[in-house]
């Protein structure tokens, strides 16, 4: 038997959700000019939302219960917000959307998405914890990345679309490329 604890209708499609050390929810999608950022606790009590004015589709949260919601461009890519809802600080994707988001134990932020524009923006990054931009690399000029993750070593692993016949990457800990993979 599956007991139903409790539901929220945001009226609004979510796309991603975390939860953190006390178990809070943390729910990010698609933006209707509402609140299609939110937070509720164990109980579903709904304890902050916020509009983030474009769609998100990755929300990752430290273990410091920090929260980091990223997306479609709109003036920043990722934002980091506390648990009592203060902006930590937001960087710039260049312009390109994020589908695929990841916090190690030393808040490190690992992020993939699209490239959309020139070559010189990459499809993975990886971020300090004060946000400075660590490395990039790139999945081609035609990828798109919608899975990010790391293994204890702190190599990267990534999935998405087809590049050259290459689906999956893996990436050492500076950001060089250690295999592919279909």
Not at 88 to 100: D, G, K, V
Not at 102 to 131: C, E, H, M, P, W
Not at 133 to 153: L, N, P, R, T
Request: glycine share 12%.
């Amino acid at each position: 038997d599956v007991n139903f604890w409790w539901g929220v209708n945001t009226g609004e499609r979510i796309y991603c959700l975390g939860i953190d050390s006390q178990d809070n929810v943390y729910t990010g999608g698609l933006n209707i000019a509402g609140h299609n950022c939110c937070k509720y606790n164990s109980g579903g009590t709904k304890q902050w939302g916020f509009d983030e004015g474009r769609n998100i589709w990755a929300i990752a949260i430290d273990n410091s219960d920090d929260i980091y919601f990223a997306g479609e461009y709109s003036g920043y890519d990722i934002k980091k917000v506390s648990a009592s809802n203060s902006t930590l600080w937001t960087r710039t994707y260049h312009q390109n959307t994020i589908y695929a988001l990841a916090v190690d134990a030393d808040k490190n932020i690992y992020l993939a998405g699209s490239r959309q524009f020139s070559t010189i923006y990459k499809t993975i990054r990886k971020y300090n914890s004060s946000g400075t931009e660590q490395w990039s690399a790139d999945h081609g000029s035609a990828g798109v990345v919608y899975g990010i993750d790391f293994d204890s070593d702190g190599n990267v692993y990534i999935g998405g679309n087809a590049v050259s016949s290459v689906t999956t990457r893996k990436y050492d800990n500076s950001g060089t490329e250690i295999t592919t993979g279909c």
